[in-house]
């Protein structure tokens, strides 16, 4: 008796601890999957091989670029091609930058702008330390395209230390684009006209300021509007507008339609506008796009551009009759940068437009981007409705009356041979 007592308090704390155990692992399953996410480890950066047919190619590409500055068609199919090489293609432009050879430095940095690749940020970074102003310029501006915040501090060195205004300028941009709050002060600095003396520095800090949305730049914006250079307080208004001031967007219209203003006054009013792409601004960016001056219609068309919606696409579609070349430009580059408008949202009108501008076209540039938006929007378009049979349709003469056909195909004559 005492034997099975033994044995069954045995079987029963083998049975507890088997539970505990499992009860205890269930514990710490939960806890494993309640816990958050390690740190994923870090992916292994692509091996990229430059063969010397790459390098060949490459030689190719930027030949023309060591001989003379190169048109916007030429740079357009070269930036086609880099992006059709792929990562191989930016880590040769890369290594283009690490050479001596100045001749090509300017395009090569314009060209990784527009390929977006972070990897190129540090040796981007090194070209503000060049001589030439352009290669400074387009360095800084390229880095505010990529949109990598590891480029702030040294655009903030440009911006404080560089000794031309371009160079300055295209900084503040590009810490606006980078929406760098550690730019606010250093920008702030840049729109005091007692520590800036070029207006496009201060210009380019109001509209930095104001992409940033920093409050602590709404003092100072509002003192830039008693700027005495006209760009700077149209630029504060978009800086002020940008921290939620809707009064300043009213300014901003009443001055892109001021007749009686100077041409710059209106252009630049026109562009702020395009920048906060405000769809109640329509009207007055489709009045600014008859303005007397190209260089305000071809910047209503950029605005415009930018805005959604049939009735800025209206305004664009007028703009491809206009008399100037340089503005019927600015508006195909609008539209082609829209791209397809949705199904039953003007497409067909648009197709229409570009089909008679390619016809009449006489840029052959001008021509080629109409075409190129022209067939990527043909295949959207529904098919050309059928002609619809007429509601009584006459009876048809019995077989036995019935013409013979001719060989070929249907009779078209009647029996005397004659054509009806």
Known sequence: MKRRASAFLVYSLTLILLAVGCVRKEKEKEGEEGQPPGPSPPKKEEKVVITPELRQKVESLLAPARQRELTDPEKENLLAAFLNLGKPGVACLIN????????????????????????????????????????????????????????????????????????????????????????????????????????????????????????????????????????????????????????????????????????EVRQWAVRELGFIAATQSVDVLAQASTDVSAVVRSTAAEALGKIPGSESLDALIAGLQDRDGTVRDAVVKSLAWRGVPPLGEGGQK??????????????????????ALYDLIKPTLPPPAATAPPENPAPS?????ALPAEPGGAS?????????
């Not at 201060?202 to 300021?209: K, P, T, V, W, Y």
């Not at 648009?350 to 075409?371: G, W, Y």
């Open 96 to 263: 283009e930058l690490k050479k001596p050879d100045l001749d090509t430095r300017k395009v090569v940095i314009e060209t990784l702008g527009k390929l977006r690749d972070a990897s190129a940020v540090d040796v981007l970074i090194e070209q503000l330390k060049q001589s030439r102003e352009d290669v400074r310029q387009a360095a800084v501006k390229t880095l505010g395209g990529i949109g990598d915040l590891k480029a702030a501090p040294a655009l903030i060195a440009s911006l404080q230390g560089d000794k031309r205004k371009r160079v300055r300028a295209e900084a503040a941009t590009s810490l606006g684009l980078l929406r760098a709050k550690e730019a606010v002060v250093p920008l702030i600095q840049a729109l005091d006209p007692t520590k800036e003396r070029k207006r496009w520095v201060r210009r380019s800090a109001a509209e930095a300021l104001g992409l940033i949305g920093d409050l602590q730049a709404k003092d100072p914006l509002m003192n830039a509007l008693n700027d005495k250079e006209t760009v700077v307080r149209v630029a504060a208004m978009f800086g002020l507008y940008k921290l939620g001031s809707t009064r300043t967007l009213e300014l901003l219209e009443k001055r892109a339609t001021d007749q009686d203003a100077e041409e």
């Open 350 to 371: 648009l197709f229409d437009a570009l089909a008679e501008l390619i016809k009449n076209e006489p840029s052959e540039s001008v021509q080629k981007k109409a075409k």
């Open 397 to 401: 003469p019995p077989e036995s009356q």
């Open 412 to 420: 078209a004559r009647t029996p005397g041979g004659k054509d009806e």
